[in-house]
């Protein structure tokens, strides 16, 4: 079964950084598109950004473009967000997602809370 555990939310003043990491486990993950998604209070969940694990090819929402980079560590089975000048309007919880790329299953963490202070 697939788990995958976010960390490395907080509570980060305007213009910081901070880099989330979600650890894989469960499954050989050479198949599926690694993502982040987020959620801010009272609006849908909405696509960050996305790696796919064979070839490390990554697509970043427009919104986060420039800011936000998405990576992977193929040795820990860990997938980054590193998160840059940060916006209030970037607060939300932060969820990391796979995808098995065949039959489009998908899975989810359980989420990491991302502030952001202005």
């Known amino acids: 079964q697939v788990q995958l555990i976010e960390s490395g939310g907080g509570l980060v003043q305007a213009g910081g950084s901070l880099r989330l990491s979600c650890a894989a486990s469960?499954?050989?993950?050479?198949?599926?598109?690694m993502g982040w998604f987020r959620q801010a209070p009272g609006k849908e969940r909405e696509f960050v950004a996305q790696?796919?694990?064979?070839?490390?090819?990554?697509n970043v929402a427009n919104s986060v473009k420039g800011r936000f980079t998405i990576s992977k560590d193929n040795a820990k089975n860990t997938v980054y967000l590193q998160m840059n000048t940060l916006k209030p309007e970037d607060t939300a919880v932060y969820y990391c997602?796979?995808?098995?790329?065949?039959?489009?299953?998908?899975?989810w963490g359980q989420g990491t809370q991302v502030t952001v202070s202005s």
């Open positions: 469960g499954r050989t993950f050479s198949n599926y598109n």
């Open positions: 997602s796979a995808v098995l790329s065949t039959t489009r299953a998908r899975y």
């Open positions: 790696i796919r694990w064979s070839d490390s090819n990554t």
